[in-house]
């Protein structure tokens, strides 16, 4: 898409040389060829040092925009990086895109459907109903269950398990919303990536980035009814117990394990081999590894079995 | 398959006479065709008085097997466990099983897909997307509705209603951690049963047991996003209302209410006519019928209620 008729979708002025846009991404992420966005003054040291082709600003992030890059004025900037989103994202399926490929030993059901650009590693099962989009690769050895739905552009490795009714790669949770109170879609262009040997239970989520990537590393075991927001990268060998969420944007390090019903919100850090207790809910980051937590708001689980003991007495008092 | 055979796998030498094994079971239920396995020295009791043949235990162990036993010595036992167990998983699809059998009056959808070897009742209805996995058995006048997914071997009692996406019979969340914190999967070979007159939501999670079977009884009803553990025993005509959970091994007696968003943590005993509400977080045995609970950590409602008033005032 060229710059001029993003410039004129958004209502922003532009009048100097064309060129073809290939995508948008975030401000750190963005290369030469692609759109960013700046939704919010927190994150003007990113403006400064992104590379990105173009970035859409209003009048008091303009002075930030880097020479290397086109400033795009805008009222909103985050309501018109909505706006601009759908115009990027991927037709749902493409029957252009060549038949799927299947590894030798696999046996896929005539029930299951594969779309084109799809491809399968060697000696997988893959069962009734289960539905793997365009361009979704999937490694050696890998166990899909009935009615898992795998949304285009997923990547899973090789040896994954992936229990009935699970969906990978649904829409994030995201929207823009204007000042009536009105939200519009930010359309996930992002995917997620899954490496090897993960095994996920049944009726769990885990969505796809708005851009870039969600990411589950080696070796990471997800039990039921488990929500993984949009972005999140979930560390090596971390376990995440039935019904506990990981909202957007939070990163984990290695060995974490999220307790039944515990979750996370967004935009934190979570440092490796910290143990969340069943029910704990972390709205900070942690910094410090190797620690068990438990609670809301979030202690230290000593601290809070000594929380409960005062709360016991206070009830015995008078 | 031959003891002699499961050694190899696991790179052990056996000791005693070579047995066939059917398949394997915890130490207190196992057969005497069955394998078994002790972790720990609190286990040596139980160890002593087993029914089973054959074992696979640590070196400071063998003193307290039962005479004429086999065995294998393993390093680390829970790891040499979940290597064993992936040799006695049955295949994903059982091709050679007979058949499909459904009895007279059963509308089973063309967009839904049955294994071979399942059984299904009279009257009974099958949506469409919905999985009956190889050997499951439904009873008469069951509801499927669309995309359930019933893993092999579950059993499905009559007058079930199943509402659209659950699950029945996943592998349980059941794995041994080695020293470098990687998870050795333990393969989940029990199944689920369930008696006649439940009514399960929609988009419920019901694991498989790792031996032996998860058990829902007659006239248990489920609402929406409930999740049961591998080998919970949910007792009859207990109410379970949506996004409640139960850790694994966890036994419920008859007409227990457990309200929205409580769960209970694995391998609890909660005495019959318990009531839970809403958000209760149960992490001991009840033995006592009849309590009404709240909170979490759990306390008597009456209690929970005099301490949120106390809290009330503490911030005023």
């Not at chain 1, 969505?207 to 979930?234: C, P, W, Y």
């Not at chain 2, 009956?132 to 008469?140: F, L, T, Y």
């Amino acid at each position: 898409m060229k710059i001029s008729e993003i410039a004129s979708i958004i209502g922003a002025k532009y009048d100097k040389e064309d060129f073809e846009v290939t995508g948008m991404n975030t401000l750190k992420s963005a290369s030469k060829t692609e759109l960013s966005f700046v939704s919010n003054s927190k994150y003007i040291n990113d403006i400064k040092d992104s590379q990105a082709g173009a970035i859409i600003v209003d009048v008091n992030t303009v002075e930030f925009v880097p020479s290397g890059s086109i400033a795009l004025v805008v009222e909103s900037p985050y309501w018109e990086m909505a706006k601009l989103s759908k115009y990027f994202a991927p037709c749902i399926e493409d029957e252009t895109l060549p038949t799927p490929k299947i590894g030798e030993g696999s046996s896929i059901s005539p029930k299951a459907e594969i779309a084109n650009g799809a491809t399968i590693g060697r000696n997988c099962t893959i069962l009734a109903h289960v539905y793997i989009g365009a361009n979704v690769t999937i490694g050696d050895n890998a166990i899909i269950y009935p009615s898992v739905t795998i949304y285009r552009d997923c990547k899973i490795g090789s040896d994954c398990i992936i229990h009935a009714n699970t969906t990978i790669g649904s829409d994030g949770f995201g929207f823009a919303t204007s000042k009536l109170g009105e939200h519009k879609k930010i359309y996930q262009n992002g995917n997620v990536v899954i490496e090897d040997d993960v095994e996920i239970g049944s009726s769990t989520t885990i969505d796809r980035a708005a851009f870039g990537t969600t990411f589950i590393k080696k070796g990471v075991r997800i039990d039921n009814l488990v929500q993984v927001g949009h972005n999140s990268v979930i560390g090596e060998y971390s376990v995440l117990v039935s019904q506990s969420g990981i909202s957007g944007s939070t990163t984990m390090g290695r060995n974490v394990v999220m307790g039944g019903q515990s979750a996370t919100a967004g935009h934190l850090e979570i440092a490796p081999f910290t143990t969340m207790a069943a029910r704990s809910g972390v709205t900070k980051s942690i910094k410090k590894s190797g620690l068990t937590f438990a609670g809301f708001p979030l202690m230290e689980h000593r601290l809070w079995l000594k929380l409960q003991a005062k709360l016991a007495r206070l009830n015995k008092s008078h | 398959m031959l003891l002699s055979e499961v050694a190899t796998h696991l790179k052990s030498d056996f000791i005693g006479d070579d047995l066939e094994i059917g398949s394997m079971n915890e130490l207190s239920l196992a057969s005497h065709t069955q394998l078994t396995f002790a972790t720990h020295k609190k286990y040596a009791a139980t160890l002593s008085s087993s029914q089973a043949k054959a074992f696979l235990i640590p070196q400071n162990l063998i003193e307290y097997l039962p005479e004429g036993s086999s065995y294998i010595v393993c390093e680390d036992v829970s790891i040499s466990m979940a290597y064993a167990t992936k040799l006695f998983a049955p295949k994903l699809i059982d091709f050679d099983a007979k058949d499909v059998v459904v009895g007279d009056g059963s509308f089973v959808d063309t967009m839904a897909k049955v294994e071979n070897g399942a059984v299904i009742g009279r009257d009974v209805t099958i949506m469409a997307g919905s999985y009956i996995g190889s050997n499951v058995v439904i009873g008469d006048r069951t509801t499927i509705y669309p995309n359930v997914t019933i893993y092999r071997d579950c059993v499905i009692g009559s007058d079930c209603i199943i509402h659209a996406s659950t699950i029945i019979g996943a592998d349980g969340f059941g794995f041994s951690h080695t020293k470098q914190g990687e998870h050795i999967k333990i393969y989940q070979n029990g199944n689920v049963v369930i008696e006649d007159d439940v009514e399960i939501g929609a988009n419920c999670a019901i694991d498989r047991a790792v031996f032996n079977s998860t058990l829902i009884k007659k006239g248990v009803k489920f609402d929406n996003f409930i999740h049961i553990a591998h080998n919970c025993e949910i007792g009859e005509y207990s109410i379970f209302v949506a996004q409640s959970g139960v850790g694994g091994s966890t036994k419920l007696g008859r007409n227990c209410v457990v309200s929205g968003q409580s769960a209970f943590s694995d391998h609890l005993d909660i005495a019959p006519f318990s009531t839970f509400s809403a958000r209760s977080g149960v992490t001991k045995s009840i033995a006592k019928s009849g309590g009404v609970y709240s909170g979490y950590p759990l306390m008597d409602h009456r209690e929970w209620r005099r301490l949120q008033a106390k809290i009330a005032k503490l911030n005023s």
